[in-house]
């Protein structure tokens, strides 16, 4: 009988070290709203003057739906475009705090429609999002 309570407590000690994964990330919902930006190549004297005047870069809303453990970390990890020069355009674009994404003012990328695929990730989990962002630069 001491026997199987000993076997009973070393498997109890062995199951207690276990080391679970810290934190959770839930990504049921994630998306940005609104999911697509037109990036005018000739700026719109109106529409644009305040980011002609500042060189402000172009601004995506941040994304939605994202619920985990601190930090999240967002990285863009694939751009594809059947139109475009995926490659050129994902040289440019960068990803800030909460999935924001941001293109400059002054770059010549070509006409085209640019789908971005977005990995977040925290400590012990990471997904991606596939085709979650469209640029369509004009």
């Known amino acids: 009988m001491k026997k199987y309570f ?3 407590g070393l498997i109890l000690v062995w199951w207690g070290c276990h080391n679970p994964t810290p934190g959770y990330l839930e990504m049921g919902n994630a998306q940005y709203v609104p ?3 037109i990036i005018r190549k000739e ?3 109106l529409k644009d003057a305040y980011r002609k005047m500042n060189n402000a870069p172009w601004v995506s809303p941040k994304c939605q739906g994202v619920d985990g453990t601190a930090p999240l970390l967002f990285e863009i990890v694939d751009v594809t475009s059947v139109d475009g020069d995926a490659a050129m355009f994902k040289s440019f674009l960068k990803i800030r705090g909460g999935g924001r994404m941001e293109f400059p003012l002054k770059v010549s990328v070509p ?3 640019y789908l971005v695929s977005v990995r977040v990730s925290n400590e012990g989990y990471s997904e991606v ?3 979650v962002f469209t640029f ?3």
Request: charged share 20%; net charge negative; hydrophobic share 50%.
């Open 6 to 8: 000993v076997l009973i």
């Open 35 to 37: 999911d697509t930006m």
């Open 43 to 45: 700026l719109d004297p």
């Open 111 to 113: 006409v085209g429609h």
């Open 129 to 131: 999002i596939p085709d």
């Open 136 to 138: 369509i630069v004009e």
